[in-house]
């Protein structure tokens, strides 16, 4: 089931339970009017309001994004996943995908303790959406809860309408916020099998950043087939829109 379903069930099943359960607590203290303690209705009122303020939420923001309901469904969504905050990435304008690799471990790779040497221009030049100088992202970062597979994370992407930009996206959101990537967690970033890299094993490489701690970090590659469990974090690509703020 989709987020939004669900965020969109669970805020209509409180609001029937709050609703029904404030008329029987009004019911009941009429119906017993020798009974004239006020606490009943006032119980009564405050559920009423409750269930107000659960459907003006709906209104003023959708069910993935109402503020009552924002922390609860990103935690519940899939029993797999929690979002737990959100980075902006712009792509240059003088982003060159096929020399961006090079360029950026020549500027950069110092600041590694460990660099996997597989990670090349050559290696990733396929990727499934190249980036384009000027895009702006909004990439919103998923704990994992539970031990997982890539699929999994693939479907996770794909229901998002995230888009897949690979070991040049990661890249990117660590030039631009290494300093917001989860500390003692290993960020990846994900493409279609069909566009990783293959080792001399036959293994698709996935790419991946592990903040130890500030200042140190170890750019990597992940087996394809390898299980996740909640060191990891899954980094989802999303396209900005003006509508959407940083989740911090």
């Not at 996997?116 to 919103?140: C, K, M, P, S, Y």
Request: hydrophobic share 45%; with cysteine.
């Amino acid at each position: 089931m989709r987020i939004t379903e669900k965020a969109g069930n669970l805020r209509q099943g409180v609001i029937h339970t709050l609703l029904l359960t404030a008329i029987i607590i009004w019911v009941h203290s009429i119906l017993s009017p020798a009974y004239n303690h006020p606490m009943p209705k006032l119980l009564a009122i405050a559920m009423l309001l409750v269930a107000a303020g659960v459907v003006v939420d709906g209104m003023i923001g959708s069910p993935k994004s109402g503020l009552f309901w924002n922390s609860l469904v990103h935690c519940e969504e899939d029993g797999f996943f929690k979002l737990i905050g959100s980075v902006k990435v712009t792509v240059p304008e003088d982003y060159d995908h096929a020399t961006h690799l090079g360029r950026f471990r020549a500027k950069h790779g110092s600041k590694f303790y460990s660099y996997n040497n597989g990670i090349t221009d050559e290696n990733f030049a396929r990727v499934t959406n190249q980036l384009r100088a000027g895009q702006e992202f909004i990439v919103e970062v998923f704990g994992i809860t539970k031990p997982v597979t890539f699929e999994e994370c693939l479907a996770m992407l794909r229901s998002k309408g995230a888009v897949l930009v690979g070991v040049q996206g990661i890249s990117l959101a660590w030039e631009q916020n290494m300093d917001e990537l989860p500390k003692g967690k290993r960020s990846v970033s994900f493409d279609e099998m069909e566009a990783l890299w293959q080792d001399f094993n036959g293994n698709h490489r996935l790419p991946m950043i592990f903040a130890a701690i500030p200042s140190d970090f170890d750019f990597d590659l992940a087996c394809f087939k390898s299980t996740l469990d909640p060191r990891y974090v899954v980094l989802c690509f999303r396209k900005k829109e003006p509508s959407d703020g940083l989740v911090v």
